[in-house]
């Protein structure tokens, strides 16, 4: 399950009242290879695409796609405002090396890969 702090429930409200009315809108999160440890974490406002795991809590919308979602289950967004640096930032439990940057991050072992849909068909 991925949550969000008080403070990133708050500012993404405030950033979802900003943009354009669409009702389902929502933050998406999600992960691609690359950066300095591996993987990096992407975000980005978006509507819901089919196969998405749609997470809501206080008022706010987490969209994750099926191949992002073993790599942040467990994760915690929240939302750091500094003197030197502020926005959101992704809290993973299972990263065992980040970056300076914080967006890029090694886990352990590879999540496992979600399954496949029930109309794919295997390579022959």
């Known amino acids: 399950m991925i949550t969000a702090t008080p403070e990133a429930v708050r500012h993404l409200r405030a950033l979802l009242a900003e943009q354009p009315a669409e009702e389902k809108r929502g933050l998406r999160l999600g992960v691609e290879k690359g950066g300095c440890a ?3 974490y992407t975000m980005k406002i978006d509507a819901p695409a089919v196969g998405d795991t749609v997470l809501e809590q206080d008022g706010i919308r987490l969209l994750v796609d099926p191949e ?9 967004l929240d939302y750091v405002d500094s003197l030197n640096d502020s926005g959101f930032r992704v809290v993973n439990p299972k990263a065992v090396r980040s970056c300076g940057c914080g967006t890029s991050f090694e886990t352990v072992s590879p999540p496992a890969s979600p399954p496949a849909s029930p109309s794919a068909s295997p390579l022959a």
Not at 68 to 76: E, I, P, R, T
């Open 38 to 40: 591996g993987w990096q």
């Open 68 to 76: 992002s979602l073993g790599h942040l289950d467990g994760v915690q």
